[in-house]
């Protein structure tokens, strides 16, 4: 949805294409903004028609009446930080309206030229992708250097909170369903779009108190449009990639001349089942080094059928628990969290017996070979 322009009465707050903090990149917002809507409206007439979606209603999902100005906000508790750290989120009250949002600052003073480009990358898809599972920024505004991102708050928070909070021994499978479900959906329209997202992740996937599934994380999102044609590999690596490796696609990793394409999506979607089901994300707790070797090498990550006692391998791999959620889909990449002791953690109740359905999911998933899965 288009950022509200602020008003200019309203001393405290103004756009944040307008904003003199980054006056001096070289981002051209307006033409990027441009070629953007210009290749994607090009391929949706042709091809996606059938996901386009038109926010509307007055549910507490639609925030993009609220006023662009800081000192109508009321900041409450944090709810974590976010993009590599530069960023902090808190719950906040619009005063005028009483309504609860949920509000990323970010200090434009201590971003470099590529964090910027990264931060307007992800206000414009924002202003042009319009779909019920994609949360997008709703409301973009600068105030004295801070950017001021704010989206709705999610009522139940993201799928990593629910796994430490709720489920420490992993989710059910009724309730994966219903999660994969809605970041299907997004990634589907993502993909016709023809974008790849390159951060599928349980920290991503957001429950709002509705109970809609969201899939946030836009700022690690790519084309993979060139010359108004959507192209089958992309050779681009997704910044502040060393908090995503375990997630990362065989293909992404190997940076080759065979490039990726979507489904490195579907491989990160893999992985993210077996974090749900056991509460914890494979290859965490291994140096990148020997993460690297052993996904181009092909070992697989499996369900296990029975409870772990402790867990300190998964097939071969180590595991351990995802990091901290900040409730808008950013995770906290912090050294303590990536040396988790598994040993510590106590042993679930009861053997887990999964469908083989759940099996042939994650093992189509996690094929090495792309085409595949």
Not at 204 to 218: D, N, Q
Not at 301 to 323: N, T, W, Y
Request: charged share 15%.
């Amino acid at each position: 949805m288009p950022s509200r322009e602020a008003n200019p009465h309203e001393e405290n707050s103004m756009s944040f294409l307008d904003c003199s903090c980054i006056s001096p990149t070289q981002v051209q917002p307006i033409s990027i903004e441009d070629q953007y809507e210009d290749i994607s409206h090009q391929y949706l007439s042709s091809d996606v028609s059938e996901c386009t979606f038109t926010w509307g209603g007055a549910g507490s999902d639609d925030i993009t009446a609220l006023s662009a100005n800081s000192a109508h906000y009321q900041l409450l508790s944090e709810l974590g930080k976010g993009f590599n750290n530069l960023s902090q989120v808190r719950m906040a009250r619009h005063t005028p309206s009483r309504q609860l949002v949920a509000v990323k600052n970010t200090n434009l003073d201590e971003c470099t030229e590529d964090e910027l480009l990264q931060l307007m990358n992800e206000v414009l898809l924002s202003r042009l992708f319009r779909h019920p599972n994609l949360l997008t920024s709703r409301l973009v505004f600068s105030s004295c250097c801070q950017l001021w991102v704010l989206t709705p708050l999610m009522g139940y928070g993201s799928a990593d909170s629910l796994l430490r909070t709720f489920f420490p021994d992993g989710m059910s499978e009724s309730l994966i369903a219903y999660l994969l479900h809605g970041v299907l959906k997004a990634l589907q329209y993502l993909h016709l779009m023809g974008y790849v997202h390159r951060g599928v992740k349980a920290s991503h996937i957001l429950l709002s108190g509705e109970g809609r599934v969201y899939l946030s994380g836009l700022h690690s999102v790519y084309s993979m449009m060139r010359d108004g044609k959507k192209v089958r590999t992309v050779f681009d690596m997704p910044h502040h990639s060393p908090a995503l490796l375990p997630w990362l696609s065989p293909e992404l990793l190997r940076q080759d001349l065979h490039g990726y394409g979507v489904k490195s999506d579907i491989y990160s979607l893999g992985i993210v089942v077996c974090e749900l089901v056991s509460g914890r994300v494979p290859f965490q707790d291994m140096p990148p080094t020997q993460m690297l070797l052993q996904k181009l090498r092909g070992s697989h990550c499996c369900l296990l059928d029975v409870a772990p006692s402790p867990l300190g391998e998964l097939g071969g791999l180590k595991v351990s628990r995802s990091g901290v959620d900040s409730g808008i889909g950013e995770s906290v990449a912090t050294g303590s969290l990536t040396h988790t002791a598994t040993a510590e953690r106590p042993q679930s109740p009861a053997p887990k017996n999964h469908s083989a359905t759940l099996h042939n999911l994650v093992q189509l998933c996690l094929q090495q070979q792309p085409d595949c899965r």
